[in-house]
């Protein structure tokens, strides 16, 4: 199994709600990512998890909440988010940081 | 800091052969990875160097030279399906290794 799995699909919130998006993988991958890429942008990373502790965040602001509950999910929480914020939310996952990272198929999201 | 340079755009026609550059400036420098990203889907691993030279992949190629902060994606017997950014990702040590993008180089493959 070589997937990363990422729910929902697609997800259109407003600025005042609370959302969760979820990423799984089962390769027994122990670091773990959040990125955003918006339209003809590269991905920019947000978050790096590291057996289940978090090692990098990059100054992002504190409406994304990440959690990884266990070593195959990672969720990121979205609360009171902008219009900016709208974007593609990439999950990917590798051996360890620094290997290949595979990639989830993306969230899209909009904030209305 | 860091910089990564990317030709913005590229054109080919299918059955060529297209070279992509990358030229970078990091500190820790610790490998360099191409993905292929095509349009509203996720990144694909294509290739990884960390030393000197030319890593082979049946149509793909990639080469990296540390000492000049220089690599290049080799893309042969091109086809339809080639059509999309082509991303430099450089893997940068400053206590975890983390995986900075250049902004990517978009490929159109004509027939």
């Known amino acids: 199994d070589t997937e990363v799995t990422q729910t929902p699909k697609h997800l259109v919130m407003g600025m005042t709600n609370k959302k969760s998006l979820k990423c799984e993988q089962h390769?027994?991958?122990?670091?773990m990512y959040w990125y955003k890429q918006k339209a003809k942008k590269p991905p920019e990373l947000m978050f790096v998890?590291?057996?289940?502790?978090?090692?990098i965040n990059e100054s992002v602001p504190s409406r994304f909440s990440p959690e990884c509950p266990n070593s195959s999910l990672l969720n990121l929480h979205l609360h009171a988010l902008q219009p900016e914020d709208s974007a593609l939310y990439l999950c990917?996952?590798?051996?360890?940081?620094?290997?290949?990272?595979?990639f989830g198929p993306g969230t899209r999201l909009t904030v209305t | 800091g860091q910089n990564i340079d990317q030709p913005t755009e590229m054109t080919a026609t299918e059955g060529a052969i297209v070279q992509i550059n990358c030229t970078y400036q990091t500190s820790g420098f610790n490998g360099l990875f191409w993905y292929q990203q095509h349009a509203g889907e996720a990144p694909t691993f294509l290739s990884y160097n960390v030393l000197d030279g030319l890593e082979e992949k049946g149509r793909f190629s990639s080469f990296l030279s540390r000492s000049k902060g220089y690599s290049y994606l080799l893309l042969k017997e091109l086809q339809m399906k080639d059509s999309a950014s082509y991303l430099c990702a450089v893997v940068r040590n400053s206590g975890y290794s983390t995986l900075t993008f250049g902004k990517g180089t978009m490929l159109l493959v004509s027939p």
């Open positions: 998890y590291s057996y289940e502790k978090l090692s």
């Open positions: 990917a996952s590798s051996r360890q940081t620094g290997d290949e990272q595979y």
């Open positions: 390769m027994g991958h122990r670091a």
